[in-house]
């Protein structure tokens, strides 16, 4: 089985070193190939470089650096690092903060999943929620440490794939506690925090006029059976997602009125 790991933190950062250690445990350290990007790429969604080329630079042995978004990383691992012997699954994280909710829509660690699962690649996200009873632990991702490769085996071995032509992947976001008080993983509907929406604070310096994205709070609860309140009562939340954004529900609707 071979792993390849990629992060939108930025190839540093400690969350892409727990998620080594867990695709380690699963595959074997040297089955692992790290390819992230240079610098952090936070937010940027599913966004590639399209219209300019992306430095590629090896590191170490199986460990590349990319100088662009997490959706070039998945880009650059299938059809140049690993072209020869591609991945049999990608994962994505582990992201410094939670992935749920309207955040989901925003996050490079999804944005490298829906890249890799259109190229039917299993692909996991893997992120961090972040809170008063982790935030200042030793290691802040222990929650992630403690339960990342059960719930990545299980996924992995057991849960449905490859049902369409977009591809499913799943959406993981570890709970905001240490490792001892994760309750356990549940299977949960991507939910909506109100009152979280970001939006613009205004900075005038040297009579220049700066805009700065402000995020809402994180600890607002979703509704129950849903991604964030799963969290905030200590599980691990597991949602299927894909890329089709066809809102299903209301085509009978929306074809009367274009009957």
Request: glycine share 8%; aromatic share 8%.
């Amino acid at each position: 089985m071979r792993i390849m790991i990629t992060n939108d933190d930025g190839i540093s950062a400690p969350g892409l070193m727990a998620l080594h250690e867990i695709a380690s445990a699963i595959a074997g350290e040297e089955n692992v190939w790290t390819v992230a990007p240079a610098f952090e790429q936070s937010g940027v969604g599913h966004c590639i470089s399209y219209t300019k080329p992306m430095l590629l630079t090896e590191l170490d042995p199986r460990r590349f650096a990319v100088d662009g978004s997490p959706a070039d990383c998945v880009l650059a691992g299938l059809f140049e690092v690993m072209k020869d012997n591609p991945p049999d699954l990608i994962l994505s994280g582990v992201n410094r903060g939670n992935n749920a909710a309207e955040n989901t829509l925003y996050s490079g660690t999804v944005g490298a999943v829906i890249e890799a699962a259109m190229h039917q690649v299993k692909s996991i996200a893997l992120s961090q929620y972040f809170g008063p009873d982790n935030r200042d632990l030793e290691d802040p991702f222990e929650a992630a440490r403690a339960s990342g490769e059960q719930v990545v085996r299980q996924l992995y071995e057991e849960a449905p794939w490859h049902d369409g032509p977009y591809e499913l992947f799943y959406n993981v976001n570890f709970p905001p506690c240490s490792g001892a008080q994760v309750q356990g993983a549940k299977a949960v509907t991507q939910g909506w925090r109100a009152n979280t929406e970001f939006t613009i604070d205004p900075h005038t310096i040297n009579n220049r006029r700066f805009l700065f994205i402000q995020g809402g709070p994180q600890d607002q609860p979703t509704e129950p059976g849903s991604d964030v309140h799963a969290n905030l009562q200590n599980y691990v939340s597991v949602t299927p997602m894909r890329a089709d954004l066809t809102a299903h529900q209301s085509m009978a609707q929306l074809q009367k009125v274009f009957a």
